[in-house]
């Protein structure tokens, strides 16, 4: 659609969780919806390689791309609004900014110079940003920085900003700054003065904010626009109001009746057209009349806090919208999970997903909730560490071996029902080091996978280094639990089912990464579906 790619950059002032990342993702969509090809990018600013060592408590999910880089979760919100994938490139950090810097310095690549963040670092940055530009697969690329402006460890991203604005010249480039306006109960008024003083402080680095997303929870008036425009220096119509909504996938819509796109287009000397969003209100629609109502128990170890498991509470929200169904998560902690509270807690729900996690913290209790659910034939959906939980539960109480573990748990354990594959087992670095990324699975016929997919070979994403022991397969099944997908190259087992269950299955791989607004993912659309079939006949 263009010539030269355009770039746009998202900032932040003020506060940080104002949603930088819903805001570029709404934009793209906007964008997408014209006919733009459309790519959004986030920096982090901070010195790991990647998220994947984090602890959600510090970062939330940890979201993994088709080419099995561990990255912010940001990237998910990109993959659900735009449904295209993204990839390493979508996720820079300062530690892999610096990491590449240096291994350049040992290679003797700088000949001799003194390697400094200017311009070193800030080269290494734009280079960076301009990668998925150059590819020739996008027309607007949309960098969102991580952070808010005036922490010291974003100055090298404000700088390169500031210097791709010059290299790109004029009407390539286009600044968002997104603040927070206060509401100030005491003095009944909205307040501008924080959002004069961020764009004062990203002024001071050089950088003039083209656009003002104003996070707000009451609305804007016509005089506190014109007033922001004024002090900030931008256009009024540049002065977006980004009101609460009640769902973020309300904001595209938002933005579109402030004219965001318009403006950011006009900005980059593009046409503008009327956005397609007839399959995304669809979807809005069924998603705000569900029919009827689901109850589901979301088992894991940081149910506290939302954003670690951002991509399945997703997941449900558009596996909900497709059954017209209202999926309430009902977030349990494994931790408080036992035989004594284990019917109270459980026996009034729908369905009950077992999360993905790692470590022993919490185990006991997702593998009692695993027994439960079994037992009493409620819908079950086990993803990943839930998956390996489901073996284990069966192994004790089933196959009667009262020790079987996981080698991650317990690597001493008699009966090591998940165990290490070879290729993990001499692997001492942590980071990068798992079964990331995208892999095939084979599927049985007479199967719930079968049946969900429709589908004999499947691709899904994967983070993981434990794995079903092929050694007790022949003891499983011989039980009544199946292997039901596996890897065609490994032979690893992906999906585990109890056929004598209504709807029991337990997954290797995150389905939750690939659903989408565009396409809910199947097993979680079939899982929703089996939890009001079992809501109607209780
Ligand atoms: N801790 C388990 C493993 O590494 C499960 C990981 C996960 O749930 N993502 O195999």
């Known amino acids: 659609m263009t010539t030269n790619p355009k770039y746009i950059f998202v900032t932040g002032g003020v506060s940080s969780s104002l949603g930088k990342g819903i805001i570029a993702a709404s934009l793209a969509k906007l964008l997408q919806a014209q006919g733009y090809r459309a ?13 994947g ?19 912010d ?7 659900r609004f735009l449904n295209v994938p993204t990839s390493q490139a979508n996720n820079v950090t300062t530690g892999r900014i610096y990491q590449s810097v240096i291994d350049q310095e040992r290679r003797g690549e700088f000949l001799g110079k003194t390697v400094q963040v200017i311009p070193h670092i800030t080269d290494e940055i734009k280079r960076r940003i301009q990668i998925l530009g150059n590819s020739g697969d996008y027309d607007i690329v949309i960098t969102e920085i991580g952070g808010t402006v005036g922490d010291i460890e974003s100055l090298p991203y404000i700088e390169a900003v500031r210097q791709l604005e010059w290299d790109l010249g004029e009407h390539n480039t286009c600044v968002i700054h997104l603040t927070l306006v206060p509401y100030l109960s005491a003095a009944g008024e909205l307040k501008t003065k924080p959002t004069q003083h961020s764009v004062k402080t990203l002024m001071e680095s050089g950088v003039q904010a083209d656009i003002l997303v104003c996070r707000t929870e009451h609305k804007l008036s016509d005089s506190l626009k014109t007033k922001l425009a004024r ?5 009024k119509e540049a002065v977006i109001e980004s009101i609460d909504a009640s769902t973020i996938y309300d904001v595209p819509n938002l933005m579109l009746k402030e004219g965001l796109d318009k403006v950011v287009l006009n900005q980059l000397q593009l046409k503008s057209d009327v956005p397609d969003l007839e399959q995304w209100n669809e979807f809005l629609k069924r998603h705000k009349n569900p029919k009827s109502e689901v109850t589901i128990g ?8 939302q954003d670690s498991y951002k991509s399945i509470l997703e997941a449900f929200i558009h596996a909900g919208a497709e059954n017209e169904v209202k999926v309430n998560v009902e977030p349990i902690h494994s931790e408080y999970l036992s035989e004594s509270n284990i019917e109270f807690k459980l026996g009034h729900l729908d369905g009950v997903l077992v999360a993905p996690g790692f470590g022993e913290r919490g185990i006991e209790g997702k593998i009692a909730a695993v027994q439960f659910v ?9 993803i990943c560490l839930g998956m390996q939980m489901a073996v284990i539960e069966y192994a004790r109480n089933v196959l009667k071996l009262p020790e079987a ?14 165990s290490l594959m070879a290729s993990q087992k001499g692997v001492t670095n942590k980071g990068g080091t798992m079964r990331l990324g995208t892999w095939d699975c084979k599927l049985e016929q007479e199967s719930i996978a079968h049946s969900v997919y429709n589908s004999e070979l499947i691709t899904e994403r994967h983070r993981h280094r434990f794995e079903f022991n092929n050694d007790y397969k022949s003891l499983f099944e011989a039980a009544g639990m199946k292997a039901t997908g596996f890897n065609p190259e490994t032979g690893l087992v992906e999906i585990v089912e109890i056929p004598t269950n209504d709807w029991f299955i337990g997954v290797q791989y995150h389905p939750e990464y690939k659903s989408t607004v565009k396409n809910p993912h ?17």
């Not at 573990?405 to 998940?418: F, G």
């Open 73 to 79: 979760l940001d990237l998910g919100h990109y993959e």
């Open 405 to 418: 573990n996981s080698v991650e748990m317990d690597d001493k354990t008699a009966d090591p029902v998940i």
């Open 298 to 305: 979301l088992i894991g170890k940081y149910v506290e806090l």
């Open 374 to 382: 079994r037992e009493n034939n409620i819908p079950f959906l086990g």
């Open 231 to 235: 002090f900030c220096n931008v256009k």
């Open 53 to 71: 060592t984090l602890n959600p408590y510090e970062h939330g999910e940890c979201y993994v791309t088709d080419d099995g880089a561990e990255t």
């Open 39 to 51: 790519t959004i990018q986030k920096l982090d600013p901070y010195i790991n390689i990647d998220p």
């Open 522 to 538: 199947p097993l979680f659309i079939a899982f929703i579906e089996a939890a009001l079939k079992y809501n109607k006949k209780k």
